[in-house]
Structure formats: C-alpha cells, structure tokens
C-alpha cells in the first residue's frame, strides 16, 4: 500500500541517488540526468496536485524543492565537477492548481545557482486530467520560457522529428 515516505526512508532515497551516481561513474558514463518528471517520485514531491504532505517537503515552493536539491547536493559529492549534470522537469502539469512554468523558471533559476548544467523540460504525468495540446514541437515553448526567464542551457522534448525542426 503507498505511503507517504518518512524523513527516515526519504535520506535512504537521497543516499540511493548518491550511490546511482557512483555506479554510473565506475561504468564510464561522462553524464548523469536526474528524472523530476513525468509522476516519477521526485516530480510527485514537485507538484502541489500530488504533494499533500504537512511536513518540511511539502506546502510551499521551497519545501516542495527541498527533496530534489538534496539529491543533487548527494550526486554532486561524487559526480566529478567536470562532468555535467542534467535534470528532467515537467514544465508544467497542464492542470489549473498544479506545477506551472512560472515554478519551472523559478526552479531553474535555483538549478543554474546549484551548477545543473542543463534543464531537460517536458511536461506532465501527474494527472489524467491534463488537457496536453500535443503537436509537432508542442513543448519547445515551455523549454524556450525556461531558457529565457531562467539563462540556463535548456533542452526541449516533444515530437521533434526532423533536423529543420529541431534546429
């Protein structure tokens, strides 16, 4: 049955992320993403629609953070400062009361301050009731907002097909 992760089993997840990115190291890759999208856990902590928790992690913008800034602060005890890191956001939940771009550029801002390399953003899954106007390039505004409002190397995702598009 989910439950809400103790402070306890929340440092075990932190450590875990930190030993991730050991092992990635010790098996030659040259750079480490960290997944804050898509409904996954970190991106749960992120979004008021999925974060009810009462706690340091939950209720304001800086509480919600608070989880995914001590994951990086753990990958980058190990991760050599030479090698970039990356991290995956949902620029928006596309649903009213949810994570919005005006938190993405907000967030990315802090991430720039932090030494993330690059901001990887796509969008949604936390809910079933997004309304997501998919279409070719149909998040590259989203990463283009981040990029501008934020000056951090962003990329952009979202049923980019061909070079021309993509350039």
Do not use: M
């Amino acid at each position: 049955i989910p439950h809400a992760l103790t402070t306890t089993e929340i440092a075990a997840v932190v450590n875990d992320f930190k030993n991730v990115a050991v092992r990635s190291l010790k098996a030659g890759f040259k750079l480490v993403e960290i997944h804050a999208a898509h409904g996954y856990l970190i991106n749960q902590f992120l979004s008021p629609l999925c974060n009810q928790r009462t706690d340091e992690y939950g209720g304001s913008f800086e509480n919600r953070i608070k989880f995914l800034l001590e994951i990086i602060d753990a990958v980058k005890t190990v991760w050599p400062a030479e090698l970039p890191i990356f991290v995956r956001i949902s620029a928006t939940d596309w649903v009213e009361g949810g994570w919005t771009i005006d938190d993405s550029v907000q967030l990315a801002l802090i991430l720039k301050d932090k030494g993330i390399d690059l901001v990887d953003a796509s969008s949604g899954g936390t809910s079933p009731l997004a309304k997501i106007p998919v279409g070719p390039g149909y998040q590259v505004q989203l990463a283009a907002s981040v990029k501008k409002e934020s000056g951090i190397l962003t990329g952009a995702v979202g049923i980019i097909t061909n070079a021309q598009q993509a350039e």
